[in-house]
């Protein structure tokens, strides 16, 4: 096939689309940041830092420099960490054109500014009209999609006609891909999801069961999905892949980052120590300060995030922040609270 892709970050996520791609016959491109990283995974066709037991296509480019390399690509994949996108973004502004199509896949928000990442992407890339950025998101562990078992996603899009040549490019008879056009809600479904899993870790790693992890899951929904309408996004989304499908797997699996740091912090490391020992980033720390101070100043009710938010950054004992979840003033299951009714 002519058409290029460029996929942009060499973790386990950038490596494993990259593979499914290549494996489809299409021109891929895989930057990755670190030159030794490059070189050895063009040595050895296999990314054993990040994706171990998946071997490369022998056709899968790999680069280093985006002056270089990245010119000529039809279809950009962002798949770096959240807080390396407005600087990746720049880096490639002036090497694509009007036609490119963005498909982020980062699940969080900038830091500081808390800003949604497609927002980034349009401020940085203003010669890319807005309905060719798109967001792939939903229940996707690079490890399974590396060893080809089935797996569904979304991909959120302004424009049918984008949103259908994205799932094009991705569909396979292991990766299926559906459109949405919600790009909010699949943003804030795929950032959010990251704080609860990061409770559900803590409930593990304090050696609570089954009851208290589906308790966590399902009121987790219930606050994301308030935060998430609160800022425009459509309720029905938080339902589906993007939303449900990705809390369950990122809140049940070994393979999520985000859970197994929070197994850590409920075994009493600081967070100094998980990140030492994750050697990877975890997105759901830096989502739980952003979505903590959204949800205050939108006015909205987040219970778990608030005692994830006190426990990550004001120190608060994992044991003492259940206590306060458990001890909340009485309310109906599906009463939409916020800040000033009453509520704690």
Same mark, same amino acid.
């Given at each position: 096939?002519?058409?290029?892709?460029?996929? !942009?970050?060499?973790?386990?996520?950038?490596?494993?689309?990259?593979?499914?791609?290549?494996?489809?016959?299409?021109?891929?491109? !895989?930057?990755?940041?670190?030159?030794?990283?490059?070189?050895?995974?063009?040595?050895?066709?296999?990314?054993?830092?990040?994706?171990?037991?998946?071997?490369?296509?022998?056709?899968?480019?790999?680069?280093?420099?985006?002056?270089?390399?990245?010119?000529?690509?039809?279809?950009?994949?962002?798949?770096?960490? *959240?807080?390396?996108?407005?600087?990746?973004?720049?880096? &490639?502004? *002036?090497?694509?054109?009007?036609?490119?199509?963005?498909?982020?896949?980062?699940?969080?928000?900038?830091?500081?500014?808390? &800003?949604?990442? *497609?927002?980034?992407?349009?401020?940085?890339?203003?010669?890319?009209?807005?309905?060719? &950025?798109?967001?792939?998101?939903?229940?996707?562990?690079?490890?399974?999609?590396?060893?080809?078992?089935?797996?569904?996603?979304?991909?959120?899009?302004?424009?049918?006609?984008?949103?259908?040549?994205?799932?094009?490019?991705?569909?396979?008879?292991?990766?299926?891909?559906?459109?949405?056009?919600?790009?909010?809600?699949?943003?804030?479904?795929?950032?959010?999801?990251?704080?609860?899993?990061?409770?559900?870790?803590?409930?593990?790693?304090?050696?609570?069961?089954?009851?208290?992890?589906?308790?966590?899951?399902?009121?987790?929904?219930?606050?994301?999905?308030?935060?998430?309408?609160?800022?425009?996004?459509?309720?029905?989304?938080?339902?589906?892949?993007?939303?449900?499908?990705?809390?369950?797997?990122?809140?049940?699996?070994?393979?999520?980052?985000?859970?197994?740091?929070?197994?850590?912090?409920?075994?009493?490391?600081? &967070?100094?120590?998980?990140?030492?020992?994750?050697?990877?980033?975890?997105?759901?720390?830096?989502?739980?300060?952003?979505?903590?101070?959204?949800?205050?100043?939108?006015?909205?009710?987040?219970?778990?995030?608030?005692?994830?938010?006190?426990?990550?950054?004001?120190?608060?004992?994992?044991?003492?922040?259940?206590?306060?979840?458990?001890?909340? *003033?009485?309310?109906?299951?599906?009463?939409?609270?916020? !800040?000033?009714?009453?509520?704690?």
């Amino acid at each position: 096939m002519n058409y290029r892709i460029a996929v !942009l970050g060499a973790g386990s996520w950038g490596t494993a689309l990259a593979y499914l791609l290549a494996k489809k016959g299409y021109q891929v491109t !895989l930057w990755a940041r670190n030159i030794n990283q490059c070189e050895a995974i063009k040595r050895t066709k296999e990314n054993r830092k990040y994706l171990p037991g998946v071997f490369l296509p022998p056709k899968l480019k790999v680069c280093h420099d985006l002056s270089k390399d990245l010119a000529g690509h039809h279809m950009i994949v962002m798949a770096v960490p *959240s807080h390396s996108v407005r600087e990746v973004a720049k880096e &490639i502004s *002036s090497y694509i054109d009007s036609e490119t199509i963005i498909v982020n896949t980062a699940k969080g928000f900038e830091p500081e500014s808390f &800003i949604r990442l *497609s927002n980034v992407l349009e401020e940085e890339l203003a010669q890319i009209p807005v309905q060719n &950025i798109t967001v792939l998101s939903g229940p996707s562990h690079a490890e399974e999609v590396g060893r080809n078992l089935p797996t569904a996603v979304v991909v959120a899009t302004r424009d049918k006609k984008v949103g259908e040549t994205v799932q094009d490019a991705f569909m396979t008879t292991d990766f299926r891909v559906y459109l949405n056009y919600d790009i909010i809600g699949v943003e804030l479904a795929g950032a959010l999801k990251n704080v609860i899993a990061l409770g559900t870790g803590v409930s593990d790693g304090l050696g609570y069961g089954d009851n208290t992890k589906a308790a966590l899951i399902t009121r987790g929904l219930a606050e994301i999905t308030r935060l998430g309408t609160a800022l425009g996004a459509e309720e029905q989304t938080f339902s589906g892949l993007a939303g449900l499908g990705d809390l369950v797997v990122t809140c049940t699996s070994m393979h999520s980052r985000n859970r197994r740091a929070g197994i850590q912090i409920g075994q009493g490391q600081s &967070i100094s120590q998980v990140l030492a020992n994750m050697g990877m980033v975890v997105e759901g720390i830096n989502t739980t300060r952003a979505a903590y101070h959204l949800a205050r100043k939108n006015n909205v009710v987040m219970p778990i995030t608030e005692q994830m938010y006190q426990v990550l950054f004001e120190g608060k004992d994992p044991q003492e922040a259940v206590v306060s979840l458990m001890s909340r *003033s009485k309310t109906h299951e599906r009463e939409r609270e916020m !800040l000033g009714d009453g509520q704690n």
